[in-house]
């Protein structure tokens, strides 16, 4: 039987990735944060000195991608994750990483049986066959003050106000974008996490999961 893709979508710090690795761990499955992606291209950009890039030379930087820039602990600051969402509008790096997710997805690493992945465009564009799609949404000052918290503990001094301007104008540029916009898929569970723990999600997302998996047994 082919690999069981969970896809989860949404905008910025709804607690995609918090859900994903849990979802993972809890079924065994691989997981594939592919916004990491797009956070590699930007630092390999911003380290070359290409901060205003063009198409051609994101694409050229997502076409041959420094794995090892995947475990930088840079990845996470803002500034990447603004560039990130500025090139991910690239039709052309949107191309260049569409391969290797959708590989991912298909044949997930150390023949687990099923793949999480999480992003913005996976369960319309990379797995829209995926039998669980989960959209996970929340309110911008929810938002704003979990990035806030995740960015202290990481020994960064963040501003609150400038971090809720970056997640609107960051909303509007992912959403906006006419190649592969963050919008749920038609068939995805919509989760709002405003008001809701981390466990509550969890238990949620876990339940749809395992109903999914007897349909399909
Ligand atoms: O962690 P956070 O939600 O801040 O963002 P991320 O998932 O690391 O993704 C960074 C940026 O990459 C997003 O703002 C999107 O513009 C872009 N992205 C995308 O376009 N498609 C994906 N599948 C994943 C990320």
Redesign the pocket.
């Known amino acids: 039987m082919s690999a069981f893709v969970v896809a989860i979508d949404g905008?910025?710090?709804?607690g995609?990735?918090t859900l994903a690795r849990r979802l993972a761990e809890e079924f065994g499955f691989a997981y594939l944060?592919?916004?990491?992606l797009?956070?590699a291209v930007a630092l390999d950009l911003i380290r070359s000195g290409h901060r205003t890039p063009s198409e051609n030379e994101a694409a050229m930087a997502a076409l041959d991608l420094d794995q090892d820039l995947l475990f930088s602990p840079d990845l996470r600051r803002e500034e990447t994750?603004n560039l990130?969402?500025v090139v991910?509008a690239m039709p052309a790096v949107r191309a260049a990483l569409d391969h290797f997710q959708r590989r991912f997805a298909a044949n997930p690493p150390h023949g687990a049986p099923g793949a999480v992945l999480?992003?913005?465009?996976?369960g319309t564009v990379i797995c829209p066959d995926a039998p669980v799609k989960l959209f996970l949404t929340a309110s911008v000052e929810a938002r704003a003050r979990r990035r806030f918290l995740e960015l202290q503990t990481k020994g960064e001094v963040p501003d609150l106000g400038r971090i809720s301007t970056e997640i609107r104008e960051?909303d509007e540029?992912?959403a906006g974008r006419a190649t592969?916009p963050l919008k749920p898929a038609a068939d995805a569970h919509l989760l709002d996490t405003s008001n809701l723990a981390i466990e509550e999600v969890f238990a949620k997302a876990k339940a749809i999961i395992e109903t999914a998996r007897q349909t399909r047994a």
């Open positions: 905008p910025a710090a709804a995609k990735g944060d592919t916004g990491s797009y956070r994750g990130a969402s991910a999480d992003g913005r465009d996976i960051r540029r992912d592969a």
